[in-house]
């Protein structure tokens, strides 16, 4: 047989031993040890016998072939390497077989590491080497800070095998995985590896491995980075099949023992009962001792106090009495011999029995029943509803005489697995409250389960909006400690979810929470006193107290009262029909009465006017009368005009993130916001989902918010977490900075521009202990053209988290699609001058520009002109004529002096040169025959015009110039004729 290099090397080694060992004694079988060899590739090893200590001896055995490689005992066996034949284990120890397990984490195991790093681009000086997984005795527990921690363990198998585990993995905060990477660095699948929550106990889970080399992967990562606490994950029962034979078995540890030979594993020691390592039997405590189940050791009883012992009340008997009993906590270590122990006080005392809850009846025999389906009952008797009403069912819890039969109570410990506790909570007649735990550290939960909700037939099938259920309850908390009171919804089988929580003691009060999805299974309360592991129970007297519990619309639920339907045309009998939508039903008559215009329907008030809500400004109601909504359109009045705004391009959901922020461990975390502005009914809502566990829950709203962290886990670019909603609702938009009780602040975001912002309100249903009115946002949209982005939303600087009080959120959204619609009163005219007969006339936007789409730019106009030249000359040839005509005016006026003053001349002369005395004249005119002489005295200086008058003049009877100057004699020379005449 052809044999590996590995074998030859082992042969020849032993050969120079024997050689160099000759002068030696000879070995004993108490000097050595047998081993086998590496398989060769035909799956055959050799056994060979090792010195214990180097050169004390010689005469080793020859090496002999081996078993085959494949070769294993069965659980209960082990490997006798001198005669290579399966045995059975002694009394008092174990064997596996091919498999290993590792039980026992009070240290960490041998093989398995452990370590912290940075989760991706966190700060590289932050340190995460104590982030690390961390034995706790029966279990070994993961981190609950931001650094992920891997817990790792390599091993070989010769044949396919198994590794199955226990853990308890109750918060979804926490990311949770395990696979395993084979020699070839190949990972399991990667939908396996996503581990699922825990209900309230440990979980199994097993996972196929392949022959060779495996690598095994337990790794967290926490991302509850707001502060709230975190429940580690817990690990334990880590075994493994396959791995190569044992030849030797293990000794039971302290607290367990195996009684027969043969054994693969150990029993645990009984409560009262101990032993010690490699035990077979199990032995009793001493008197005044007691110990655990499993104990290695029994401890001294403490003296019995008052929170030894608690009280409940027995079930209601035929007389309607019940028992006050005080009872032991189990199990029971204190002694109530030592001095100084209190007694259990005296049980039996009788009392009243306290009524039934509503929507029960008492019996014959004192016991509380539910009321068949169509009555109610105050807690005394059933009755029907009358005609025209409907029972209000639902579950309402007052009186503890009983725990309900939908209720159970448990105790997960941290530290010990198994208990005889019997119950967490008990019933006090008014209240139920948490018993003293087996440890402070304890979780003490009490779990209501719900088949489903419906909605009462009085309401619309079609009202999206009608409150599904409400759960509220009134509770207290007493402590000394810093305990802590938990709520959790159970979304599903695999995953509760905080809702709430409540640190130190608290005062009676009641709580409140809105249901929305039928897919809430579950509500669980639960109460710690102490995060601090002590053995010594300190805290014991610290309680928390729910004293009513009431859940509305729950499917099989019991009714306490009616409700009126409304009246409809035809009788139906008792078959209950919705008012129409838009209509409110008058309180106990059950007429219908319809709500005034734009206005919408309460969710939880569909009784009374009060149930008519008015829309907020600029909103209109949906047609089903449950919301109001805005269609992205508005108009503006302002001083300078009306300004009309189209959203629609903002309406799709939008998400971004804040800056990023970094943990105390410097994990690099963002806030992630989704936002749906507006839009008409039937639109698509803004979703936030929670993917660190299976559930993956979501929220739906206007807007959501969800904590997201860049990872690669899962193949995916981030997980989300602690999703909650910031509105569900729009109540007005506006751009007054105030409206109804949500204020957006123009300081958060002062202005840039003399446009008013326009701001959307929104509020949320969601109530929690912080914000007892529930959540709000202001989305401030501004005017920026320059932004081409459509999601350029920021924070305010003051509020790096969007909010300064938790409460109420803002954010300040720029875009071009923000500014109000242009219209002719944004753009001007350009006149352009005339160039070659064209005279051009352009439009151009006002700046700085405020408006984005609407009216468009006219375009460019061109018109034909006159040029500058063309009026140049004609002013020019204009101007010469006028200048012309001027000075021949001017010459003929001149001329025309100048005959005036020949003519005065000539008067002048013909008077005789007689000073002061003027001759007789017989006319004014000239004498006859002087304008002959004139024409021949100036025929050579007559200008053109006067040549033209000269023509066409005419001598008429009262013309100046047609009526010569006569003389005296040719006066007198008339007279004398006109008298001979006579």
């Given at each position: 047989?052809?044999?590996?290099?590995?074998?030859?090397?082992?042969?020849?080694?032993?050969?120079l031993?024997?050689?160099?060992?000759?002068?030696?004694?000879m070995?004993?079988?108490?000097?050595?040890?047998?081993?086998?060899?590496?398989?060769d590739?035909?799956?055959?090893?050799?056994?060979?016998?090792?010195?214990?200590?180097?050169?004390?001896?010689?005469?080793?055995?020859?090496?002999?072939?081996?078993?085959?490689?494949?070769?294993?005992?069965?659980?209960?066996?082990?490997?006798?390497?001198?005669?290579?034949q399966?045995?059975k284990?002694?009394?008092?120890?174990?064997?596996?077989?091919?498999?290993?397990?590792?039980?026992?984490?009070?240290?960490?195991?041998?093989?398995?590491?452990?370590?912290?790093?940075?989760?991706?681009?966190?700060?590289?000086?932050?340190?995460?080497?104590?982030?690390?997984?961390?034995?706790?005795?029966?279990?070994?527990?993961?981190?609950?800070?931001?650094?992920?921690?891997?817990?790792?363990?390599?091993?070989?198998?010769?044949?396919?095998?198994?590794?199955?585990?226990?853990?308890?993995?109750?918060d979804s905060?926490?990311?949770?995985?395990?696979?395993?990477?084979n020699?070839?660095?190949?990972?399991?699948?990667?939908?396996?590896?996503?581990?699922?929550?825990?209900?309230?106990?440990?979980?199994?889970?097993?996972?196929?491995?392949?022959?060779g080399?495996?690598?095994?992967?337990?790794?967290?990562?926490?991302?509850?980075?707001?502060?709230?606490?975190?429940?580690?994950?817990?690990?334990?029962?880590?075994?493994?099949?396959?791995?190569?034979?044992?030849?030797?078995?293990?000794?039971?540890?302290?607290?367990?023992?195996?009684?027969?030979?043969?054994?693969?594993?150990?029993?645990?020691?009984?409560?009262?009962?101990y032993?010690?390592?490699?035990?077979?039997?199990?032995?009793?405590?001493?008197?005044?001792?007691?110990?655990?189940?499993?104990?290695?050791?029994?401890?001294?009883?403490?003296?019995?106090?008052?929170?030894?012992y608690?009280?409940?009340?027995?079930?209601?008997?035929?007389?309607?009495?019940?028992?006050?009993?005080?009872?032991?906590?189990?199990?029971?270590?204190?002694?109530?011999?030592?001095?100084?122990?209190?007694?259990?006080?005296?049980?039996?005392?009788k009392?009243?029995?306290?009524?039934?809850?509503?929507?029960?009846?008492?019996t014959?025999?004192?016991?509380?029943?539910?009321?068949?389906?169509?009555?109610?009952?105050?807690?005394?008797?059933?009755?029907?509803?009358?005609?025209?009403?409907e029972?209000?069912?639902?579950?309402?819890?007052?009186?503890?005489?009983?725990?309900?039969?939908?209720?159970?109570s448990?105790?997960?410990?941290?530290?010990?697995?198994?208990?005889?506790?019997?119950?967490?909570?008990?019933?006090?007649?008014?209240?139920?409250?948490?018993?003293?735990?087996?440890?402070?550290?304890?979780?003490m939960?009490?779990?209501l389960?719900?088949?489903?909700?419906?909605?009462?037939?009085?309401?619309?099938?079609?009202?999206?909006?009608?409150?599904?259920?409400?759960?509220?309850?009134?509770f207290?908390?007493?402590?000394?400690?810093?305990?802590?009171f938990y709520?959790?919804?159970?979304?599903?089988?695999?995953?509760?979810?905080?809702?709430?929580?409540?640190?130190?003691?608290?005062?009676?009060?009641?709580?409140?929470?809105?249901?929305?999805?039928?897919?809430t299974?579950?509500?669980?309360w639960?109460?710690?006193?102490?995060?601090?592991?002590?053995?010594?129970?300190?805290?014991?007297?610290?309680?928390?107290?729910?004293?009513?519990?009431?859940?509305t619309?729950?499917?099989?639920?019991?009714?306490?009262?009616?409700?009126?339907?409304?009246?409809?045309?035809?009788?139906?009998?008792s078959?209950?029909?919705?008012?129409?939508?838009?209509?409110?039903?008058?309180?106990?008559?059950?007429?219908?009465?319809?709500?005034?215009?734009?206005?919408?329907?309460?969710?939880?008030?569909?009784?009374?006017?009060?149930?008519?809500?008015?829309?907020?400004?600029?909103?209109d109601?949906?047609?089903?009368?449950?919301?109001?909504?805005?269609?992205?359109?508005?108009?503006?009045?302002?001083?300078?005009?009306?300004?009309?705004?189209?959203?629609?391009?903002?309406?799709?959901?939008?998400?971004?993130?804040?800056?990023?922020?970094?943990?105390?461990?410097?994990?690099?975390?963002?806030?992630?916001?989704?936002?749906?502005?507006?839009?008409?009914?039937?639109?698509?809502?803004?979703?936030?989902?929670?993917?660190?566990?299976?559930?993956?829950?979501?929220?739906?709203?206007?807007?959501?918010?969800s904590?997201?962290?860049?990872s690669?886990?899962?193949?995916?670019?981030?997980?989300?977490?602690?999703?909650?909603?910031?509105?569900?609702?729009?109540?007005?938009?506006?751009?007054?900075?105030?409206?109804g009780?949500?204020?957006?602040?123009?300081?958060?975001?002062?202005?840039?521009?003399?446009?008013?912002?326009?701001?959307?309100?929104?509020?949320?249903?969601?109530a929690?202990?912080?914000?007892?009115?529930?959540?709000?946002?202001?989305?401030?949209?501004?005017c920026?053209?320059?932004?081409?982005?459509?999601?350029?939303?920021?924070?305010?600087?003051?509020c790096?988290?969007?909010?300064?009080?938790?409460?109420?959120?803002?954010?300040?959204?720029?875009?071009?699609?923000?500014?109000?619609?242009?219209?002719?009163?944004?753009?001007?005219?350009?006149?352009?001058?005339?160039?070659?007969?064209?005279?051009?006339?352009?439009?151009?936007?006002?700046?700085?520009?405020?408006?984005?789409?609407?009216?468009?730019?006219?375009?460019?106009?061109?018109?034909?002109?006159?040029?500058l030249?063309?009026?140049l000359?004609?002013?020019?040839?204009?101007?010469?004529?006028?200048?012309?005509?001027?000075?021949?005016?001017?010459?003929?006026?001149?001329?025309?002096?100048?005959?005036?003053?020949?003519?005065?001349?000539?008067?002048?002369?013909?008077?005789?040169?007689?000073?002061?005395?003027?001759?007789?004249?017989?006319?004014?005119?000239?004498?006859?025959?002087?304008?002959?002489?004139?024409?021949?005295?100036?025929?050579?200086?007559?200008?053109?015009?006067?040549?033209?008058?000269?023509?066409?003049?005419?001598?008429?009877?009262?013309?100046?110039?047609?009526?010569?100057?006569?003389?005296?004699?040719s006066?007198?020379?008339?007279?004398?004729?006109?008298?001979?005449?006579?």
């Open positions: 047989m052809q044999r590996g290099p590995t074998h030859l090397s082992h042969l020849f080694l032993w050969l031993f024997a050689q160099a060992s000759a002068d030696l004694p070995c004993k079988e108490s000097d050595y040890h047998f081993e086998y060899t590496e398989c590739v035909h799956g055959s090893r050799w056994r060979v016998a090792v010195p214990n200590k180097a050169d004390t001896c010689t005469g080793l055995p020859d090496p002999i072939k081996g078993t085959q490689c494949t070769f294993s005992c069965n659980e209960g066996e082990f490997l006798d390497m001198q005669s290579q399966c045995q284990c002694a009394a008092g120890t174990y064997s596996l077989g091919t498999s290993v397990a590792f039980d026992e984490w009070d240290s960490m195991p041998s093989g398995f590491v452990t370590h912290g790093v940075n989760t991706n681009d966190g700060d590289a000086d932050t340190d995460c080497s104590n982030s690390t997984w961390t034995p706790k005795g029966d279990f070994v527990a993961s981190n609950t800070d931001e650094c992920t921690a891997t817990l790792s363990y390599a091993v070989s198998l010769k044949k396919p095998g198994t590794v199955s585990f226990e853990y308890f993995y109750p905060s926490i990311y949770f995985e395990f696979y395993v990477q020699d070839q660095c190949q990972s399991t699948d990667s939908d396996r590896r996503w581990m699922k929550i825990s209900e309230s106990n440990w979980s199994k889970f097993r996972v196929e491995l392949s022959s080399s495996n690598v095994l992967y337990w790794r967290t990562t926490t991302y509850a980075l707001l502060g709230s606490a975190v429940k580690p994950v817990l690990l334990r029962n880590i075994a493994i099949s396959g791995v190569a034979y044992t030849s030797e078995c293990f000794h039971c540890k302290p607290g367990t023992h195996s009684a027969k030979p043969g054994s693969a594993r150990c029993t645990p020691c009984p409560a009262e009962t032993s010690n390592k490699g035990a077979t039997v199990c032995h009793q405590c001493e008197q005044d001792t007691y110990a655990e189940a499993g104990s290695g050791s029994c401890k001294q009883r403490p003296a019995c106090i008052n929170s030894d608690f009280y409940t009340h027995t079930p209601c008997d035929s007389e309607g009495k019940t028992q006050l009993m005080y009872k032991w906590i189990e199990p029971k270590i204190c002694s109530e011999t030592v001095e100084g122990a209190v007694k259990l006080p005296a049980s039996g005392e009392q009243t029995c306290p009524p039934c809850n509503p929507g029960f009846f008492v014959n025999s004192s016991t509380c029943e539910p009321c068949l389906k169509g009555f109610y009952s105050n807690g005394t008797a059933c009755t029907k509803c009358p005609v025209g009403m029972p209000v069912v639902g579950f309402e819890y007052k009186w503890w005489n009983t725990m309900p039969s939908n209720m159970k448990s105790i997960f410990h941290r530290e010990f697995s198994d208990s005889n506790h019997i119950t967490a909570w008990e019933v006090a007649g008014e209240y139920v409250y948490t018993t003293p735990g087996d440890l402070d550290t304890d979780y939960m009490l779990t389960s719900v088949s489903g909700y419906r909605l009462p037939q009085s309401v619309a099938k079609d009202n999206e909006r009608s409150e599904l259920s409400r759960i509220t309850f009134v207290e908390t007493i402590c000394t400690a810093d305990c802590k709520f959790l919804a159970g979304y599903t089988q695999w995953n509760n979810d905080v809702v709430e929580q409540w640190t130190g003691s608290n005062r009676k009060q009641s709580y409140s929470y809105l249901i929305q999805r039928n897919s299974v579950s509500f669980t639960t109460f710690q006193r102490t995060e601090e592991f002590d053995m010594e129970r300190k805290y014991s007297g610290d309680i928390a107290k729910i004293y009513s519990i009431h859940i619309n729950v499917i099989e639920g019991v009714a306490s009262q009616c409700r009126r339907c409304a009246l409809s045309s035809a009788n139906s009998g078959a209950c029909v919705p008012c129409p939508p838009g209509h409110y039903m008058v309180s106990g008559t059950g007429v219908c009465k319809s709500c005034p215009s734009n206005t919408f329907i309460r969710a939880d008030q569909p009784v009374g006017e009060a149930a008519c809500v008015q829309c907020g400004p600029n909103t109601r949906n047609k089903a009368y449950t919301a109001c909504f805005s269609d992205c359109t508005l108009d503006v009045h302002t001083k300078g005009g009306l300004l009309h705004y189209d959203f629609s391009p903002l309406a799709n959901v939008t998400g971004f993130h804040s800056s990023p922020r970094f943990s105390s461990k410097g994990l690099r975390y963002f806030h992630r916001f989704n936002l749906g502005l507006c839009g008409k009914e039937g639109r698509v809502p803004a979703t936030c989902v929670d993917n660190v566990t299976a559930s993956g829950r979501e929220v739906k709203g206007y807007i959501c918010q904590t997201v962290v860049p690669d886990i899962r193949s995916q670019s981030v997980v989300s977490s602690q999703s909650f909603l910031i509105g569900d609702s729009l109540i007005g938009v506006t751009t007054d900075t105030t409206l009780s949500v204020s957006s602040p123009k300081w958060l975001s002062p202005p840039a521009s003399g446009l008013p912002d326009v701001i959307f309100y929104y509020k949320s249903s969601e929690t202990q912080a914000c007892k009115q529930g959540r709000s946002a202001a989305i401030r949209l501004r920026n053209p320059t932004v081409t982005a459509k999601d350029h939303i920021t924070l305010p600087s003051n790096s988290e969007g909010t300064c009080d938790g409460c109420t959120f803002h954010f300040l959204w720029e875009s071009q699609h923000a500014c109000p619609l242009c219209t002719k009163n944004h753009y001007r005219e350009i006149v352009s001058a005339c160039i070659q007969g064209i005279q051009r006339t352009t439009y151009v936007w006002q700046q700085p520009l405020q408006c984005y789409g609407g009216e468009s730019l006219p375009a460019q106009k061109v018109n034909a002109c006159v040029t030249d063309f009026w000359k004609f002013g020019v040839s204009t101007g010469t004529i006028a200048a012309v005509l001027l000075i021949s005016i001017s010459c003929y006026f001149w001329k025309k002096t100048r005959k005036l003053q020949y003519k005065y001349s000539k008067l002048m002369m013909s008077s005789g040169g007689k000073e002061c005395e003027l001759p007789t004249a017989d006319s004014c005119a000239i004498m006859e025959g002087e304008d002959a002489e004139d024409d021949l005295m100036d025929l050579t200086k007559k200008s053109f015009f006067t040549k033209i008058k000269s023509f066409s003049r005419e001598r008429t009877s009262d013309g100046f110039d047609s009526v010569p100057l006569k003389s005296s004699s006066r007198q020379q008339r007279e004398e004729e006109d008298s001979d005449e006579a």
